[in-house]
């Protein structure tokens, strides 16, 4: 699983950045949102899914450890 860092850019969105692929893209969707849960399935701009442990709402910047869903990689 590799560790992604997540950051809100100047127009609120969310960028999904993997250091270890120099990939940087935005997040398309998230699939939990809401004030007392976040996380699960992320879509990519580039097509990618990605999946994160529901969690508390985070406070962005944050590094987190993902599960890529789409490759089989872990």
């Known amino acids: 699983m590799p560790s992604v860092m997540l950051k809100k ?3 609120g ?3 999904f950045y993997v250091p270890k ?27 990618s899914k990605y999946y994160f442990e529901p969690i508390a709402p985070p406070d962005f910047p944050i590094t987190l450890r993902a599960k890529r869903l789409d490759s089989g990689e872990e």
Do not use: H, P, Q, R
């Not at 940087?24 to 097509?47: H, N, R």
């Open 9 to 11: 850019n100047s127009e």
């Open 13 to 15: 969105k969310l960028i």
């Open 21 to 47: 692929k120099d990939l940087e893209e935005v997040a398309e969707s998230v699939e939990f949102d809401t004030a007392d849960k976040w996380g699960g399935e992320v879509l990519l701009a580039d097509g």
